[in-house]
């Protein structure tokens, strides 16, 4: 893990997440001595699920190399105003953040090239939840004070009615015809 979350060589150093970050509370349940251990400890309960670690991952990847980069904050000393930063960040990064397609397939790419290209939308919700996760458990183990993201008022799913909501499950699990059948089953009883 810690040398996806190594700094990346093509971008000047803010902040060395490894000497000046760590738990905010000395009663912290978790056994990490800065950022990128306890995103480790957060990892581990994925590693039984491949493609959730990898996304998380990369979101996670992402979040730290912004941290190093450029908000030059540790995970704990983040404001609601620099998540702001961060997230306006992953709508519109910088060229230099950015790789190609072909790069990622012949894994040529740069450490600090976490972006193909702005987030879209179903992108940018997943990486708001997967940090929104990140912090609940790092929250929940007394790593950090509080989960920012709360204090937040952005656009993912969770903003969505509860139709659309429900309409959006049921299109990944069934094909249109067979929504339709198991409808008119249901009228008929």
């Given amino acids: ?64 190399l912004w941290c190093m980069h450029v908000g030059a904050k540790s ?40 972006f193909i290209g702005p987030l879209s939308d179903a992108a940018f919700a997943f990486n708001v939840r997967a940090l929104n996760s990140l912090f609940n458990i790092l929250v929940k183990s007394d790593y950090m004070r509080g989960n920012i993201i709360n204090l937040m008022r952005v656009s993912t799913q969770k903003n969505m009615d509860l139709d659309d909501r429900r309409y959006q499950v049921w299109t990944r699990m069934l094909e249109d015809d067979e929504w339709q059948a198991i409808l008119k089953v249901i009228k008929e009883l």
Avoid at 90 to 114: I, M
């Fill in 75 to 114: 995970l704990a000393n983040l404001t609601v105003d620099d998540l702001e930063e961060f997230f306006a960040f992953l709508k519109n990064p910088p060229k230099d953040w950015c790789t190609t397609r072909g790069e990622l397939r012949q894994n040529r790419y740069n450490k600090g090239r976490a």
């Fill in 1 to 64: 893990m810690y040398e996806i979350m190594s700094p990346a060589d093509n971008l000047p150093l803010k902040i060395d997440l490894r000497a000046n970050s760590g738990p905010y509370s000395q009663t912290c349940m978790i056994n990490a001595k800065h950022d990128l251990e306890a995103v480790d400890k957060w990892l581990a309960r994925y590693q039984d699920k491949p493609a959730t670690y990898k996304a998380y991952v990369k979101e996670a990847r992402r979040l730290l």
